[in-house]
């Protein structure tokens, strides 16, 4: 149990809706990272919350948006679905701002199934 | 463009053989490379990280190398486990104002008895 925590386990939808993934931070972290994993694809960065303020952005689209609250959870905001963002969705946590030897730590992930 | 190259795709081996994966990457400025495990529909547990100046480092049964000169790594298994059987992913992070990770396909393992 890497202590970061993600809700729901399973998510299944239809096109065209919107729905919003939950990310709880391992205690004490600062950095709240979020990934997509489709099938048989490798891990793609979507976008880094550090202390609440986006640090880093990778390949997220713009029917996509998340955010870190002060308490430091953060959710993944997924808009207007299309069958391709049926993925694996991550969450990962860091203590610092990523670089250097500051150890991510994922959680276990959300499915969303679009049909 | 950074991109990170990782081989084989998928490997077979009996339990209790040792094998070594392979990363290859054009990332640059180069900060940092880490190895990950990742079991089946399971998130990503960190395995090694290495630094510029670092050319060795371990984690139990797993030995991570790096060059930086030829931009590779490699990731050494020892008497392999039947628990060893997950994706191995290779993830170099850039300095480019911000930290940029650039993540492998992953190399599949299969270790069977």
């Known amino acids: 149990d890497s202590g970061v925590t993600q809700t729901p386990k399973h998510l299944i939808t239809a096109t065209g809706q919107r729905v919003t993934l939950r990310c709880s931070p391992r205690?004490?972290?600062?950095?709240v990272y979020w990934y997509q994993q489709s099938l048989d694809q490798g891990l793609q960065f979507l976008i880094q919350?550090?202390?609440?303020?986006?640090?880093a952005k990778g390949n997220i689209l713009e029917r996509f948006s998340a955010q870190q609250f002060p308490d430091l959870h953060s959710e993944l905001n997924l808009s207007s679905l299309e069958l391709g963002d049926s993925a694996l969705y991550f969450c990962?946590?860091?203590?610092?701002?990523?670089?250097?030897?500051?150890?991510?730590?994922f959680g276990p992930g959300t499915r969303l199934t679009v049909l | 463009k950074n991109q990170v190259e990782q081989s084989p795709q998928s490997l077979i081996i009996l339990e209790g053989k040792n094998c070594t994966l392979q990363?290859?990457?054009?990332?640059?400025?180069?900060?940092?490379l880490r190895w990950y495990k990742q079991d089946t529909g399971r998130g990503p547990v960190s395995l090694t990280i290495?630094?510029?100046?670092?050319n060795t480092k371990s984690n139990g049964r797993y030995t991570a190398t790096l060059d930086a000169d030829t931009k590779q790594s490699s990731l050494h298994i020892t008497a392999s486990q039947l628990s060893d059987s997950a994706s191995y992913i290779c993830?170099?992070?850039?300095?480019?104002?911000?930290?940029?990770?650039?993540f492998g396909k992953g190399t599949k393992l299969s270790v069977i008895p």
């Open positions: 290495m630094t510029f100046s670092e």
């Open positions: 990962a946590s860091s203590p610092r701002t990523g670089g250097g030897t500051d150890t991510q730590y």
């Open positions: 919350y550090y202390n609440g303020e986006e640090r």
């Open positions: 205690s004490g972290d600062l950095s």
């Open positions: 993830v170099v992070s850039a300095w480019a104002g911000s930290y940029q990770l650039t």
């Open positions: 990363c290859n990457y054009t990332v640059s400025p180069f900060s940092n």
